[in-house]
């Protein structure tokens, strides 16, 4: 089965990324593992949309704009995909963090 959120060709491609990808999804619950088309994948859109939420990215989401303030958020937009979004890459820890413990670690559904 497929990650949706996992480009086709890391799937196919390389074998040890592949190997870290499936044993990075195993350790979710399998209601959270975005396979194609399961509930997981639409847990995932969900958090997306929190995270990242229409009126954040999109003047027409924004009701009352003004055009020095729809350009202002096209700069803002562009600026942060340049930056901040992307692909992630999941790495495996260093043998001394293994059995760390993390603090001030919050999860929230």
Do not use: W
Not at 4 to 12: E, G, I, L, R, Y
Not at 50 to 65: F, I, M, T, V, W
Not at 79 to 100: H, Q, W, Y
């Amino acid at each position: 089965m497929l990650y949706s959120c996992v480009h086709m060709a890391t799937q196919t491609a390389d074998v040890v990324v592949c190997m870290q990808v499936h044993q990075y999804m195993s350790l979710l619950p399998e209601s959270r593992v975005p396979y194609a088309g399961s509930v997981g994948e639409k847990y995932r859109i969900r958090q997306l949309l929190r995270q990242l939420p229409p009126h954040d990215n999109e003047a027409r989401y924004c009701s009352g704009l003004g055009d020095d303030e729809r350009a202002e958020l096209r700069l803002f937009n562009a600026r942060r995909k340049r930056s901040a979004l992307g692909r992630g890459s999941v790495r495996p820890l260093p043998d001394s963090l293994v059995n760390a413990l993390c603090h001030q670690v919050h999860c929230r559904d």
